[in-house]
């Protein structure tokens, strides 16, 4: 059977073809679609039978440990995130290799060199190589079905996750995929016979350590048999690729000759380093390492080849150190002149990205950079989502955007070293992705800040799914200590305009923790919603 499907999607249908029991995600460009994926399907089936559970998670972390959770009873789980979400579900991540699976557990990392939509470039691999567990890295849609697949196969072997990583161009371009016909059923619930390397004491843990280290051996040789690993002998041997991943695609899509050099495609990881020893053997002098992301393979090619192998590629400038690669790149690399191009009116002009007319976050921007004005010397921490855009004009309220959730703790910080007033701008779902921690932080030292929650009932960034405070934020705020009279509720319109400037100078002037939360739905969703219930009606 063939689909077209987006590499995302590509993956979501292998996982359920090969038996998915639980999807554990936190939305983040360019993974969401996997999960939105598994969702609508579940939608549609209405079946009781083999369902899937696929309810957004309201971090990383806790995603990462839902599925080791859905593993430990013998069923197969995926964990999706972007790349920057692996920093926050690294502690589990790392430790799951240490416990290892029950049921085939595959966790899918979605990087984003060139930084579409990301604060940094990091790539994910590193995570797969400290955690010394095997990684998948496909090399376009079919293969990101197929290694999906074969990722809970292996998983299940060796008893340790599968890392699956991919880059956006990957995850977000569409191809013809053939899929089985054949669905496999879900395991079985099965829980572990032996709890001991579930239970990571220092006493387990040592020999459990032991244990990962010595699969090494195993893990590397499956690497060098993988089907997804290849190697093969060029005309001219003394110059060799090494493409990874979907560079493998560039490269293939744009050699001259591809006879010419010897070729070693890696998807599998560990490094198949006894194929680039055959590489070396068969007479390689120069290496070029064509890899998406960080030189994270050119690293550790200079440390397998002897000193008199030239090993080229984004060190070394062959290649550029940042971004995304392109075909005009890739050719640049090879000796070979760019592309011609069709010359083209710009049909589309390009524009900075905005906040949508109309939207809440608008408004709550216009009353916190009035009243801030009033203030010698303000500053307002921001953090991750739409609203990171008020940095950007007509506003420009943020002097600071870092990482999810740093918004509370950066103006404690700086609050703690004298700023005032200190302000935060934090979503409703970043705020209980990371921010929660950060509150009590505040409550505990009683900082003096003013934390804005601006809250629009969804994760609107990412097009609006369930965001997991709805319906919570003041009673978590209470919850944690916040003192209930400077937990101040407004609706961001013009016409309220008076009163949340009002209500921010009163906040300013108490000198302790106040959280204001504008609350308005972010149109988009709320027009979804509308179309939905409309739908409904008609039906
Ligand atoms: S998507 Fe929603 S929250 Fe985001 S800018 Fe538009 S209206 Fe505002």
């Known amino acids: 059977m063939r689909k077209l499907l987006l590499g995302d999607e590509a993956i979501a249908q292998a996982a359920i073809d ?21 969702q609508l399907r579940e939608e549609k089936r209405g079946d009781a039978e083999n369902k899937i559970c696929c309810r957004w998670a309201t971090n990383e972390k806790t995603a990462m440990e839902g599925a080791l959770g859905m593993s430990y009873m013998g069923k197969r789980a995926l964990v999706c995130m972007k790349h920057v979400g692996m920093n926050v579900a690294a502690d ?8 290892g699976v029950n049921g085939g557990l595959v966790v899918v990392a979605a990087d984003d060199p060139s930084m579409h939509s990301s604060q940094n470039e990091q790539d994910s691999r590193f995570y797969g190589k400290f955690a010394m567990m095997p990684i998948f890295e496909p090399s376009n849609q079919q293969e990101a079905y197929e290694m999906t697949r074969a990722a809970f196969e292996l998983s299940e072997a060796v008893k340790l996750p ?46 459990r350590y032991v244990q990962l280290l010595a699969q090494q051996d195993d893990l590397m040789k499956a690497s060098v048999e993988s089907k997804y690993n290849f190697y093969r002998k060029g005309t001219n041997p003394e110059r060799g690729v090494i493409a990874t991943g979907i560079a493998y695609n560039y490269y293939m899509e744009n050699c001259a000759n591809c006879e010419e050099r010897s070729v070693l ?21 120069e290496i070029l390492v064509m890899e998406e992301g960080q030189p994270v393979v050119e690293e550790m090619v200079r440390a397998i080849v002897p000193s008199t192998v030239a090993v080229k590629g984004r060190l070394t400038g062959d290649l550029p150190r940042v971004g995304e690669l392109n075909p005009d790149s890739v050719r640049k690399s090879l000796g070979m002149a760019a592309l011609e191009r069709l010359e083209a009116d710009d049909i589309v002009v390009a524009r900075p990205p905005a906040l949508c007319q109309g939207c809440g976050h608008r408004d709550m921007y216009k009353a916190l950079n009035e009243v801030a004005a009033e203030y010698e010397n303000p500053r307002i921490f921001g953090d991750i989502g739409c609203y990171t855009l ?36 934090i979503g409703d779902s970043t705020f209980t992705h990371s921010g929660i921690t950060g509150l009590l932080d505040c409550v505990n030292s009683k900082a003096n800040v003013v934390i804005v929650i601006s809250d629009n009932l969804t994760t609107g960034m990412t097009g609006g799914q369930d965001s997991a405070g709805t319906g919570k934020i003041e009673d978590i705020c209470r919850g944690v200590g916040v003192a209930p009279e400077h937990v101040r509720v407004v609706v961001p319109l013009p016409k309220n305009m008076e009163e949340i400037k009002n209500i921010l100078r009163e906040e300013i002037e108490y000198n ?27 039906e």
């Not at 639980?22 to 939105?36: K, Q």
């Not at 302790?512 to 179309?531: D, F, L, N, Y």
Request: charged content about 20%; overall charge positive.
């Open 92 to 99: 589990p991540f790392v430790n799951s290799a240490m416990t």
């Open 390 to 425: 008020g940095a950007l004009p007509p506003f420009q309220a943020l002097h600071a955007c870092v990482e999810m959730g740093a918004s509370i703790t950066m103006a404690k910080g700086a609050s703690d070293a004298g700023q005032f007033p200190a302000f935060a701008v």
């Open 18 to 38: 090969a038996g998915l029991s639980g999807v554990y995600a936190y939305p983040g460009t360019p993974s969401t679609e996997i999960t939105e994926f598994i």
């Open 162 to 207: 599968v890392l699956m990583r991919v880059t956006t161009r990957m995850a977000h371009s569409r191809a013809v995929v053939e899929v089985t016909e054949t669905p496999r059923k879900q395991n079985e619930i099965n829980r572990p016979e032996d709890v001991r390397t579930w239970i990571l004491l220092p006493a387990f843990a040592k020999k």
């Open 512 to 538: 302790g923790v106040s959280v204001v939360i504008p609350r308005r739905e972010c149109i988009q969703t709320a027009k979804r919603h509308a179309k939905a219930r409309a739908a409904a009606k008609n």
């Open 265 to 285: 495609k890696v998807s599998q990881y560990p490094l198949p380093v006894a194929l680039i020893e055959k590489m070396v053997e068969d007479g390689a002098k």
